[in-house]
Structures are given as C-alpha cells and as structure tokens.
C-alpha cells in the first residue's frame, strides 16, 4: 500500500490517542504534506507520459506520412496494397501508444 493511504488507516486506529492530545491539526498537516508529496510524483510520471506519447505519436504519424507518399508516387503497387499499408500504420500508431501507457502504468503499479 502507498504511504497516504498507510498513513491514513494508522490514524483512523490511532484517533483516540491524537484526540485525547489534542493533536488532529499535527495530523491533518502531515496528511496534508503526504497527499501533496504523492500528488507531485503523479503529476510528474504523468507528464512523462504525455511527453513520450506525443513523441510515439509523431514517429507514428511519419510513418503513416511515408506509406502515403510512396502510394502515391510508386505507379507499380495495386491500391489495395497502399490501403492496407496505410491501415496498417494507423494501426501501428495507436497500439504503440497504448503499450507505452500500459506500462508505464504497471510499472507506477
């Protein structure tokens, strides 16, 4: 378990003691300190994230650009052929994209 939410059921079990010393402002700032900690490496592992996505996207996208413009200018290769290239490639895209996100959520896991 992460540490706000170990921090969190270690003071449910121990609210009578803090309320008996008159500690839950103590408390409720350390929450505070722990919940922001935790936000601040999310934010950045997300970002992160985005950052490589949009780079997969762009490599991606040249691929699907370089599949159409040798359809386009190869007079020998059946349309069909450059379709299916081209589906191929968005294809490709998208799946590249989703197992970066998978993994880089298993491995925040």
């Known amino acids: 378990?992460?540490?706000?939410?170990?921090f969190f059921s270690e003071t449910l079990a121990?609210?009578?003691?803090?309320?008996a010393y008159s500690r839950q402002r103590d408390f409720a700032d350390l929450m505070a300190a722990r919940i922001d900690a935790s936000t601040r490496a999310m934010w950045s592992q997300r970002m992160a994230e985005?950052?490589?996505g949009l780079r997969l996207e762009t490599c991606g996208n040249l691929v699907i650009l370089a599949s159409a413009v040798a359809g386009v200018f190869t007079s020998s290769v059946y349309p069909g052929l450059v379709g299916l290239s081209l589906a191929y490639s968005f294809r490709a895209t998208g799946l590249m994209t989703?197992?970066?996100r998978q993994v880089t959520e298993a491995q925040t896991q």
């Open 98 to 100: 989703f197992a970066v």
């Open 14 to 19: 121990g609210l009578p003691s803090i309320r």
């Open 1 to 6: 378990r992460g540490p706000v939410y170990s």
């Open 50 to 52: 985005r950052w490589l």
